[in-house]
């Protein structure tokens, strides 16, 4: 993963759905991730510190990865795990709806 991954830009998608008893809220954020080259060597040793080893992507943006990663286009949550801003928006726009739509 991490060699496919090396030297590109990819993007991580993440799909949310908030559910209440009558309304459903479903919306995406992309964020899209560049990636240094990586050399085997510097493979190898960030797998021999296990980080990458429950992780979707095969790293993790808020550990020792990050310095391979010069930018993102889009929300660092995203990668991390969760969009906040996703998922606070839509639990607003859930909270504003008028209680018939409950």
Not at 47 to 58: C, Q, S, V, W
Not at 59 to 68: D, F, L, P, S, V
Not at 73 to 79: A, D, L, Q, R, S
Request: charged content about 10%; overall charge neutral.
């Amino acid at each position: 993963m991490l060699r496919l991954l090396s030297g590109r830009t990819h993007q991580v998608i993440t799909g949310v759905s908030v559910v209440s008893a009558a309304q459903i809220l479903t919306a995406a954020e992309v964020t899209a991730v560049q990636f240094h080259s990586l050399s085997d060597e510097e493979i190898a040793a960030y797998i021999a510190t296990g980080e990458p080893m429950d992780k979707a992507g095969a790293y993790a943006i808020q550990g020792r990865a990050a310095c391979w990663i010069p930018r993102i286009h889009g929300c660092y949550f995203n990668v991390v795990g969760l969009p906040l801003a996703l998922v606070s928006n839509l639990l607003s726009t859930l909270a504003r709806l008028p209680a018939g739509q409950l």
